[in-house]
């Protein structure tokens, strides 16, 4: 930890402020109040509350985070540190390099999002891309309970009601088997797909343990579709329509 934060350090300059939180190396050219709300709510109890709900063990590295106050910052300071200006005013996890890489001003969804895919890394390295998405993304809208992370209704929700309603929305069983290019180039309708399936499996009680059933088997299903229907108790042509009603039935 000592050695990541000197490396930033010497990498971002004084006017940053820095701090360790669980394994997180932080760093932010923002407000303080807001860095300090961010480290203690995001990185702290939005960690215990993943750690608590579906890891084993806590992570052998340490990760970085770097938490940007506006676009500008985000943008220069990705270039310079990773080589590439982002694709998205968000935010991204960096494999490669442990890193999350923030527009911060664009709120904490993101942080929560991919902080998912950092410590999964470590925990269930071969998740596939539509479950390692559908979580991630379930959680940019959340609650923190005493039972951990409770995912809320948010802004893709019209995005999957959309396709729905237009017919372009794949089945649950092509968009869980499908390639991870084919899954990227659906615009954001595979992700948010992805996303109200896992809130469904939330409000029916079984997510966390089709995350755990799925990690635990996965030389068994690699796509998970056994696990699903393992936890619903039905096949997902059974699931899918009342699946599709109750996304319908939403609202923002």
């Not at 809320?152 to 009601?161: A, G, M, S, T, Y």
Request: some cysteine.
């Amino acid at each position: 930890m000592d050695k990541a934060l000197a490396e930033m350090r010497k990498e971002l300059g004084p006017s940053f402020r820095y701090q360790a939180v669980r394994c997180f190396a932080a760093a932010s050219d923002g407000h303080p109040l807001r860095f300090a709300r961010v480290c203690q709510h995001t990185l702290g109890s939005c960690y215990d509350a993943y750690q608590k709900q579906f890891f084993r063990k806590e992570p052998k590295h340490v990760y970085r985070v770097y938490l940007f106050k506006n676009d500008a910052s985000f943008r220069s300071h990705a270039k310079k540190l990773f080589g590439r200006v982002p694709d998205t005013p968000f935010g991204y996890y960096l494999h490669k390099h442990r890193a999350l890489v923030m527009n911060i001003a664009t709120g904490g969804g993101t942080l929560v999002h991919e902080m998912f895919h950092a410590l999964v890394d470590e925990d269930f390295p071969d998740i596939p891309l539509w479950a390692n998405e559908g979580i991630a993304s379930l959680f940019e809208q959340c609650q923190v309970t005493e039972s951990g992370l409770v995912g809320l209704v948010n802004w893709r929700l019209p995005i999957v009601q959309r396709a729905i309603r237009e017919n372009k929305l794949p089945p649950l069983r092509k968009m869980m088997t499908m390639k991870d290019l084919e899954f990227y180039r659906s615009g954001g309708g595979n992700y948010a797909a992805a996303r109200y399936f896992m809130l469904y499996l939330q409000k029916e009680g079984v997510l966390v343990t089709f995350y755990k059933t799925f990690r635990d088997n996965f030389k068994r299903d690699g796509t998970g579709v056994e696990f699903v229907e393992k936890v619903l108790g039905r096949k997902l042509e059974e699931v899918e329509p009342e699946w599709r009603k109750w996304v319908m039935s939403l609202k923002r």
